[in-house]
């Protein structure tokens, strides 16, 4: 209970999300970004409608605990974090708030439409009605991302880690032209923390897979 604790499932099957997807790693990468040990824990994914509901509302992944503090939500878990570390959200009220709007619009503009597009299109519609919203949207953040770096403060914020973490899932980044956003992208996926972290969990889900088929062998 001292430190930081970082929950997600003990596996996942392979699919949707893939592993590497899973939202546990936002805050695994913020935590390397910023330096900040933590541990991972687990919550079994069967029975995960309703076995940790005093934690998680709504039987999902990931969750946080800070000494005793109890996080839900991807969202207000990197918040949380950014507030101990300047390497994820400057100290100054400007890059604050600049911090904070790029924070929300990558949940509640862009994923709040990437999220439901994803699902109709690898469910198989034929026609997928969100295709001009997600288009619309996707364009306009391209037009940000092609005249700056960085979203907030002239400089890697915890925005960009959670922009770039909605905007890499393969069927987004294969949905039109976007040559700023892919480069974006790419370059905040290149960093050390990101691949550490996403190797961690892809790491907890291959023992986990190790673990089942002994058991399943034993
Ligand atoms: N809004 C939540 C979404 C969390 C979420 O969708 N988690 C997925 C794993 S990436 C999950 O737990 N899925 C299982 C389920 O919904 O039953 C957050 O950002 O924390």
């Known amino acids: 209970m001292g430190g930081l604790t970082l929950w997600t499932y003990d596996w996942v099957p392979e ?15 913020a935590c390397e970004e910023a330096g900040l040990a933590y541990e991972v824990r687990t919550v079994p994914f069967e029975g995960r409608a309703t076995n940790h509901l005093a934690r998680q509302p709504f039987g999902q992944v990931p969750f946080l605990d800070d000494a005793g503090l109890q996080i839900f939500e991807s969202g207000a878990g990197l918040l949380h974090l950014a507030r101990k570390s300047e390497a994820l959200m400057p ?16 949940l509640n503009s862009i994923e709040m439409v990437s999220v439901p ?3 109709l299109t690898i469910s198989g519609a034929a026609d997928n009605p969100l295709t001009g919203w997600m288009g619309q949207r996707l364009g306009q953040l391209e037009e940000v991302l ?6 907030a403060a002239g400089h890697f914020t915890v925005a960009d880690l959670l ?5 890499r899932v393969p069927q987004v980044r294969a949905f039109g032209e976007r040559p700023a956003s ?3 992208v790419a370059r905040l996926t290149d960093r050390p923390a990101f691949r550490k972290a996403q190797a961690d969990q892809m790491r907890l889900f291959a023992a986990a897979d190790a673990a089942r088929a002994g058991n399943a062998a034993g």
Request: hydrophobic share 50%.
């Open 182 to 184: 892919e480069a974006y």
């Open 15 to 29: 699919g949707a999300p893939p592993r590497g997807f899973v939202r546990d790693l936002r805050l695994r990468w």
């Open 163 to 167: 922009m770039a973490d909605v905007l």
């Open 91 to 106: 100290p100054d009220s400007t890059g604050q708030a600049e911090t904070l709007q790029w924070t929300i619009a990558a």
């Open 146 to 151: 092609a005249a700056r770096d960085w979203l």
């Open 117 to 119: 597009w994803w699902f």
